[in-house]
């Protein structure tokens, strides 16, 4: 029977299937951090339980660690304690852990694809929502909570309904300045914050596959701001040259093995999803939030939408989110000072990220009264920055290139945007209070994030593009 | 895991739409390493001023509001996997969140919790606003043996659905990761089977 690639990941993992049940799926790899652990730990613990497969776990420490000074000791208290914790767990019940000061620490959704641990056909979760990142390669993917990671630990296993599919296909050529961000930026505008909610959705067409692999991370990583379960991409040549001689991927005769059965994980022609989607890259405009979900997206020269053009049960919700933002109905966000600008997080803290921000900021300066923070996704990225020179591009552009972290894009360590403060980021929620009590955050594209930086505004990128 | 019995309830109306889990527990809350104790900061910006002083006009502020059901606007929970969301419900006294959707790992957090998220129509949604606001002790019982919320002061109900299987861990306390457990024979087995072993 023709299948989804979903389905035949899905069916590969199935441990067991009983009607009335949800399935027992099997998951390959485990990734791990520091703050939707401890609990799970704890819990296995109270129940007197190893772990059941520990080679299958791998640990960082990312969403709690100071982007300044990382040599030195945690400052913040609860935040050294739940690291220290962390260290702790893993060293009891075996995990290899990748801490701070190790040189593969990251953004557990940035160190796993460049260790070669997210491989195609895998089946892969996380505490973190973000986990749809690992979709990029052809995996599923997904976010879970703190109880279902101590099943995790306790079983590999885990019990799940059979998502939904959804093929959602962009074709045709991306415009000049219009990257992976803004397609991602795009469709969740399309279809709201809950549109993929049930779903597991599959990303294709011309345009996505013309997608580099860092770039299909960063439209797979927002899968899940449209309420997807998750998001994946059939792995091709361009994803099996990025694997190819990564620290943890298939070697030899194992990468042989591994490439042919790596050539089946595509959608069956003519198999069905339940839902099918296309939109034309054509169409897409370097794209900018203005709202306080990730669905309240415009293309950078749009005006903000009316509260009265909004169904009617919603338009109280809006009207509370423009509120919020300082924003008015019908306005232009164009030439709109902004006091932020954040490059970092799982969504665009990669090496092509930065080198497309040094790219366009080379010879530039920063505009006086911004504040630009650039966070790289892991001690790799910032190496690899480091040897490529971009770090000076950064320093004589006024660019502050911290230490890896999830830093800003959640603010749970100290680098938060104050309260009332507007910060044009490259993260992936743009939600009331994400970055700071009372920040103000537009989700934007790295290239839009760092014409902002220069201008001191929000600005329509293309127009300092040379043609 | 408690058991979950029939209830009747007052209820806590919060209506606002795309509720996110950054808006029920803020990430500055999440260093804590116990289960506990996140009922304290539950919707922590929408209580509280920068001063740290409670906003009156937050429904969880307003003593005219109390009961063990929150009745929140559509696509609650929305955002991060975080799990101390449906902690801190339930630590702040909830049993029960109805809303007319909710993000799936919200929902999967919350029945692993034994709290139970209940989706009704945006129209029964509407309705039980509407009662709430008539008369704010007004009260809802929930039936999840008959998958039923009822409005006790006009007897409109509805039923909603749930997967047997949760329904039955909730109905009897039971957790997953026991069922899981009894079943390691086969995991081993599909491990030596496995149609592509990774490792």
Same mark, same amino acid.
């Given at each position: ?9 899905? &069916? ?15 998951i390959?790899? *485990?990734?791990? *951090? ?24 791998v ?11 990382? *040599?030195?000791?945690?400052?913040e ?6 690291? &220290? ?6 060293a ?13 620490? @990251?953004?557990? *959704? ?25 979709? /990029? ?33 962009v ?7 219009v990257?992976?961000? &803004? ?5 969740? /505008? ?13 990303? #294709? ?14 439209v ?19 994803? %099996? ?18 490439? /042919? ?21 054509a169409d ?40 919020? !933002?300082? %924003? ?39 505009? /006086?009264d911004v ?22 591009i950064?320093?004589?552009?006024? %660019?502050?290139?911290?230490?890896? @972290? ?5 603010? !749970? ?34 290239l839009? #994030? ?5 201008? @001191? ?11 | 895991?408690?058991k ?45 001023d ?63 919790n ?28 929930v ?23 949760k ?33």
């Open positions: 029977m023709a299948k989804t690639l979903v389905e035949k990941i899905w &069916d590969a993992h199935v441990v067991k299937r009983e009607d009335g049940f949800p399935d027992i799926l099997y390959d790899t *485990h990734l791990i *951090h520091e703050v939707t652990s401890p609990q799970a730990f704890d819990g296995l613990r109270k129940r007197g339980l190893k772990l059941f497969r520990p080679q299958q776990t640990a960082t420490a990312d969403h709690n660690v100071p982007t300044l000074d990382q *040599h030195l000791p945690i400052k208290e609860l935040s050294r304690y739940q690291v &220290d914790m962390l260290t702790k767990n893993c009891e019940f075996g995990v290899e852990l990748y801490g701070l000061g190790h040189r593969y620490q @990251g953004i557990v *959704h940035v160190i796993g694809p460049e260790l070669g641990i997210t491989l195609p056909g895998k089946t892969m979760v996380c505490g973190d929502s973000h986990t749809s990142t690992h979709g /990029a390669f052809g995996a599923i993917a997904f976010g879970i909570g703190t109880s279902q990671v101590e099943q995790v630990f306790a079983t590999q296993c885990l019990q799940q309904s059979k998502p939904k599919t959804m093929k959602i296909e074709n045709g050529e991306l415009g000049k300045g990257g992976a961000k &803004d397609i991602i930026l795009y469709i969740i /505008a399309k279809i709201s914050a809950a549109g993929g909610t049930g779903y597991f959705v599959e990303f #294709a067409g011309s345009a996505i596959r013309s997608l580099s692999m860092e770039a299909r991370m960063t797979c990583n927002m899968s899940i701001e449209m309420g997807a379960r998750g998001g994946l991409i059939a792995p091709d040549e361009t994803t %099996f040259e990025y694997i190819k001689g990564r620290e943890f991927a298939p070697k030899g005769e194992k990468w042989d093995e591994a490439l /042919a059965y790596w050539k089946t994980l595509y959608s069956d022609a003519d198999a069905t999803f339940d839902s099918v989607l296309t939109f034309d890259a897409i405009a370097p794209m900018i939030t203005y709202g306080t979900n990730p669905g309240m997206g415009i293309g950078i020269d749009d005006k903000i939408p009316s509260t009265a053009a909004q169904p009617t049960s919603e338009q109280l919700s809006y009207q509370k989110a423009l509120d919020y !933002m300082g %924003f008015d109905d019908d306005a232009s966000l164009i030439g709109k000072p902004i006091d932020y600008v954040f490059i970092g997080s799982c969504t665009n803290s990669r090496i092509e990220d930065l080198r497309e921000v040094a790219s366009f900021v080379k010879g530039k300066q920063k505009a /006086a504040e630009v923070w650039i966070v790289p996704g892991s001690k790799q990225v910032e190496a690899q920055a480091i040897a490529e020179g971009l770090d000076k950064f320093e004589s552009a006024g %660019f502050q290139l911290r230490e890896p @972290g999830c830093s800003a894009c959640l603010g !749970m360590n100290e680098d938060k945007i104050p309260a009332g403060k507007y910060c044009v980021s490259t993260s992936n929620r743009n939600f009331e209070g994400r970055q700071g009590p009372n920040a103000r955050t537009l989700l934007v594209s790295p839009t #994030a760092a014409a902002a930086a220069v201008t @001191g505004k929000i600005t329509d990128v293309r127009e300092l593009l040379e043609a | 895991m408690k979950f019995e029939k209830l009747t309830s007052a209820v806590v109306p919060v209506n606002i739409e795309n509720v996110d889990t950054d808006q029920i527990i803020p990430a500055r809350f999440l260093k804590a390493t116990t289960r506990e104790g996140f009922g304290e900061n539950l919707f922590r910006d929408w209580r509280f920068s001063d740290n002083q409670p906003k009156a006009d937050f429904p969880l502020n307003n003593p005219i509001y109390s009961g063990k059901v929150l009745v929140a606007g559509k696509n609650f929970g929305c955002g991060s996997s975080r799990e101390h969301a449906a902690w801190a419900i339930q630590d702040h006294g909830f049993d029960v969140v109805i809303s007319s959707f909710f993000a799936d790992i919200f929902k999967g957090n919350a029945l692993n034994g709290l139970l998220p209940i989706q009704v129509s945006d129209a029964f949604l509407a309705e039980i606003f509407n009662e709430v606001e008539k008369d704010t002790k007004s009260t809802l019982t039936d999840l043996e008959a998958q039923t919320v009822t409005i006790d002061a006009t007897g409109s109900s509805e039923s909603f659905e749930i997967n047997p299987y329904k039955s861990c909730l109905i009897n306390g039971y957790d997953d990761i026991d069922f899981v457990r009894s079943q390691t024979d086969l995991i081993e087995k599909f491990e030596e089977n496995k149609v592509f072993k990774f490792y």
